[in-house]
């Protein structure tokens, strides 16, 4: 079956604009959590949604934001980017009915601030 | 604060060698611990463990969990090539989804 699918897979962007990334999980996962991986911090927890609920957040400022559609895609926004948004983005979806157990991620979205 | 702290950072080995990847955790809610494997692209699953003293195992990779003592180790026995990656253990806390992850081992199997 289809893997976890991000678009768009890279792109570039100047301060001040903002972003939409979106992710398309496994056809049958409810769950789809978004994680920041940066060279200096590693992954982090940035939000997960289960059927259409932000469940859980993380601490991210509010510049970050997310939601997830009927169908389980879910999308992020960044607005009024600042430099230290360059990163790559993961998404994950599980089934997600209670635990997340093994989590799939897709390949990622690599922001880059100029 | 929720922590999950790997070591060692980076590791060098010769094919064939074992290696034994650590993890220590401190939080306050645990889940399960889990295990990825990071190559150039996404991280893929390991194991995920919920139990203290049972090892699961994988071919050449094996784990087990120590609750009492918060951590776990990730064995890799007769190493390759292949086996050139970094390797993630996350800390499941709270219901849904949220993984603490730690930094990261960089395991580098040379020939």
């Known amino acids: 079956k289809a893997g976890v699918t991000q678009t768009p897979r890279y792109l570039i962007k100047t301060r001040g604009q903002q972003v939409t990334l979106s992710c398309s999980p496994i056809?049958?996962?409810?769950?789809v959590s978004w994680y920041q991986q940066t060279p200096g911090q590693g992954l982090q927890f940035l939000f997960e949604?289960?059927?259409?609920?932000?469940?859980n957040k993380g601490n991210f400022p509010g510049r970050f934001s997310g939601r997830q559609f009927s169908n389980s895609r879910s999308e992020m926004n960044v607005s009024t980017l600042e430099l230290g948004d360059s990163a790559l983005y993961l998404c994950?979806?599980?089934?997600?009915?209670?635990?997340?157990?093994?989590?799939?991620f897709g390949e990622g979205s690599r922001l880059t601030v100029l | 604060e929720d922590k999950v702290v790997q070591s060692p950072l980076s590791l060098v080995v010769h094919e064939g060698d074992t290696v034994t990847l650590n993890c220590s955790y401190e939080?306050?809610?645990?889940?399960?611990l889990l295990w990825y494997k990071q190559e150039k692209k996404a991280p893929t699953f390991l194991f995920m463990l919920?139990?203290?003293?049972i090892e699961k195992k994988s071919g050449r990779l094996s784990s087990i969990l120590d609750k009492k003592e918060l951590f776990s180790i990730l064995n890799i026995t007769a190493t390759q090539t292949g086996d050139s990656a970094v390797y993630l253990c996350?800390?499941?806390?709270?219901?849904?989804?949220?993984?603490?992850f730690g930094q990261g081992t960089e395991l580098s199997v040379k020939p």
């Open positions: 994950a979806s599980s089934i997600g009915l209670v635990s997340p157990g093994e989590l799939f």
């Open positions: 056809s049958g996962h409810r769950s």
């Open positions: 949604y289960f059927s259409e609920t932000q469940r």
């Open positions: 939080v306050t809610n645990f889940r399960s």
């Open positions: 919920t139990s203290s003293g």
């Open positions: 996350a800390v499941e806390i709270n219901q849904g989804g949220k993984l603490i």
